[in-house]
């Protein structure tokens, strides 16, 4: 079993910058596939930024988020720079099992999630 806990979410103005924090459970965090969604209410859970055989970005973030992850402390980032507030919604962790590349930013690709952490983005 994994456990997923976020941390760092918050509110800042547009240009901003936050550092989310995933703190995962279990043996075999470094095997998982690794990824950041982001959900707004009435939408569907949109994938961010993945880390499975490399590194994956939604274009709406591409050069602004950055996803990295420490193996050895068991834990996920995600660097949020230049906010805007279209980026506002509740964050979650993923993880899982490597699955088809195709998957890496769809929420079908993970199995475990965190409980999220919302980021709020004011103009």
């Known amino acids: 079993q994994v456990q997923l806990v976020e941390s760092g979410g918050g509110s800042v103005e547009t240009g901003g910058f936050l550092r989310l924090s995933c703190a995962a459970s279990?043996?075999?965090?470094?095997?998982?596939?690794m990824g950041w969604f982001r959900q707004v209410p009435g939408k569907d859970r949109e994938g961010v930024a993945a880390?499975?055989?490399?590194?994956y970005y939604v274009d709406a973030v591409k050069g602004r988020f950055t996803i990295s992850r420490d193996n050895a402390n068991n834990t996920l980032y995600l660097q949020m720079n230049s906010l805007k507030p279209e980026d506002t919604a509740m964050y979650y962790c993923?993880?899982?099992?490597?699955?088809?590349?195709?998957?890496?930013?769809?929420?079908?690709?993970?199995?475990?999630w965190g409980q999220g952490t919302q980021v709020t983005v004011s103009s």
């Open positions: 279990g043996p075999t965090f470094e095997t998982f596939s």
């Open positions: 880390f499975s055989s490399r590194e």
């Open positions: 993923a993880a899982g099992p490597p699955a088809n590349y195709k998957l890496a930013l769809h929420p079908q690709g993970y199995k475990y």
